[in-house]
């Protein structure tokens, strides 16, 4: 490809640039995760099965949308839009003025084809920023402490936007009091104009992969009618291409068993909270800000033991602690500790108000704080986990194919991450229908209470344990990661052996293909 560049160095307002960012790629989907079904059955009497259904239904258009996304920015890079003003940066210029209107969802007392339409508007939006956003780290540097160093900058800001967004409805209730449909309104309003500031300091602030002195020889093909009818061929080829990567499709089952435990957790929680537990609006907004507040502190000790011992075993302890915290709240359920809730109606559902004027006591700030605790020092880590490794896995697909597909590999993680979401808490709406859930209802029946409570206790710690079964066999770390770099190296200089038995082993393992195969040779 000809003489390399000199590679910039990122600096600190570089990572956190770029890290800020994931107001979008964290902070909107908290938002959307903790309070969608809530609005929905709540606010606009839609029933839980409906709601579950709006969810669901855009992911539709999301399997087109997300892997040509990916497909198009990683082609773009030798046009002349490539070239000027980046082939990922594109998308975020088109994304940017349109982002405040993740207000839209939040309008109160619209039929169901408004929320659809609505919905399905801004996840195209969404896509447009996700999907070219993660790949600038890998665009970026190729070093594994700088790549390390983007990805804990994204998940500390995508702790503290989750803090923000889970106490924000809190002090808008303030102003307008309790259980108003505004509040998500505002909500949602204030975070997508925060998404489009912080899009526009990523833009200003990043770059993409400098051209070698080959790169910039080359002539891009003219699209022609041909060509452009392949198109769909192409990206799909290449979206199911990505799966067969060994190291991949760990990754994913790791994703996924944090991630989709979470979902199911979100979207249960708040319901109970209500019902269980008897709280109210404020208290829940609390709540979240207490887990998300501790995921924080998960984030920076996280960081530390990834880099030192791996993801695994920092992973396990997670899945420990999550799993405990959903213990906790199955033994509330069955034990219904006596004055808890006219303890909360005492300090009328302000958490924070009551500890500091002294009106709980310790059974009560067992119950508010010991669960949401565990929980969040849970999640802190299963969040970070898959994405402190995330950004090394087109360095594996390089091995395999000689080719560089950040974008495709964003579109496939944001495509997987969308449909699990959607379904996860679309699942969790049409289970509670099935429980005898009943929108709106000042009480619910105690079969629809037992349904809400096994899908926030039970249903997140079997994911996470297959999550942990599929953690068990992934190898790819700081020391394998230098052995895969150092055989690219040798690879693109021709190479059919690799240097040592060993790397050739650990290459082989992270890949799935035998080293003759690699470098394109096994299509």
Not at 11 to 22: C, F, K, L, M, T
Not at 68 to 96: C, E, M, P, Q
Not at 117 to 140: D, G, K, R
Request: aromatic share 14%; net charge positive.
């Amino acid at each position: 490809m000809g003489k390399d560049v000199t590679e910039r160095k990122p600096g600190p307002i570089n990572y956190w640039a770029w890290g800020s960012g994931d107001v979008v790629g964290a902070g909107l989907p908290a938002v959307t995760s903790g309070w969608l079904i809530y609005f929905y059955t709540t606010f606009c009497h839609i029933d839980a099965l409906k709601a579950g259904g709006l969810l669901a239904i855009p992911r539709i258009f999301d399997a087109i949308t997300c892997p040509l996304i990916g497909y198009i920015s990683d082609n773009l890079r030798h046009t002349w839009v490539g070239r000027h003003i980046g082939r990922r940066k594109i998308f975020l210029l088109i994304a940017i003025p349109l982002l405040p209107s993740f207000a839209l969802m939040w309008v109160q007392g619209q039929s169901f084809l408004y929320y659809l339409s609505s919905y399905i508007f801004f996840e195209l939006v969404y896509n447009c920023v996700l999907i070219p956003w993660e790949t600038l780290p890998a665009e970026m540097s190729k070093d594994y402490k700088v790549k390390a160093k983007f990805a804990g900058a994204r998940m500390l800001q995508a702790q503290a936007f989750a803090i923000f967004a889970s106490y924000l409805p809190t002090l808008i209730i303030n102003h307008l009091g309790k259980d108003s449909a505004v509040t998500f309104l505002i909500n949602g309003a204030i975070f997508g104009v925060m998404g489009s500031i912080l899009i526009t300091l990523a833009v200003i602030f990043t770059w993409e992969r400098p051209y070698t002195d080959g790169e910039k020889l080359i002539k891009p093909e003219p699209l022609n009618l041909a060509r452009g009818l392949m198109i769909p061929f192409h990206m799909f080829r290449d979206l199911f291409s990505t799966l067969r990567i060994r190291a991949f499709r760990q990754h994913l089952g790791i994703y996924l068993g944090g991630y989709i435990s979470q979902d199911v957790f979100n979207a249960a929680f708040p319901i109970f909270v209500l019902t269980v537990m008897l709280g109210a609006t404020q208290i829940i907004s609390q709540m979240w800000t207490i887990m998300y507040a501790v995921q924080l502190l998960s984030v920076l000790i996280a960081i530390n033991v990834v880099m030192r011992t791996g993801p695994q075993r920092a992973y396990a302890a997670a899945i420990a602690s999550f799993i405990l915290a959903c213990v906790l709240y199955y033994i509330y359920y069955l034990i219904q500790p006596a004055g808890f809730p006219a303890a909360l109606h005492g300090i009328e559902h302000n958490v924070f108000g009551g500890v500091l004027s002294g009106k709980v006591g310790p059974m009560v700030i067992f119950w508010l704080f010991v669960p949401v605790a565990l929980a969040g020092l849970g999640r802190g880590t299963l969040n970070f986990v898959p994405w402190s490794v995330y950004n090394y896995l087109p360095d594996v697909d390089e091995a395999v194919t000689g080719q560089r597909r950040e974008g495709i590999f964003a579109g496939v993680m944001t495509l997987v991450r969308k449909f699990t979401q959607a379904f996860a808490l679309a699942g969790t709406g049409w289970a509670m229908e099935a429980g005898g859930f009943v929108s709106g209802a000042p009480t619910q029946t105690p079969h629809a209470v037992h349904t809400i409570v096994l899908i926030l206790c039970v249903a997140p710690a079997v994911v996470m344990l297959l999550g942990f079964l599929v953690s068990l066999s992934f190898r790819l770390n700081a020391k394998t990661h230098d052995v895969l770099m150092t055989e690219i190296e040798r690879l693109r200089d021709g190479a059919t052996e690799p240097a040592t038995p060993e790397s050739g082993k650990v290459v082989e393992d992270l890949t799935g293909w035998t080293y003759a195969q690699l470098w394109g040779r096994g299509r």
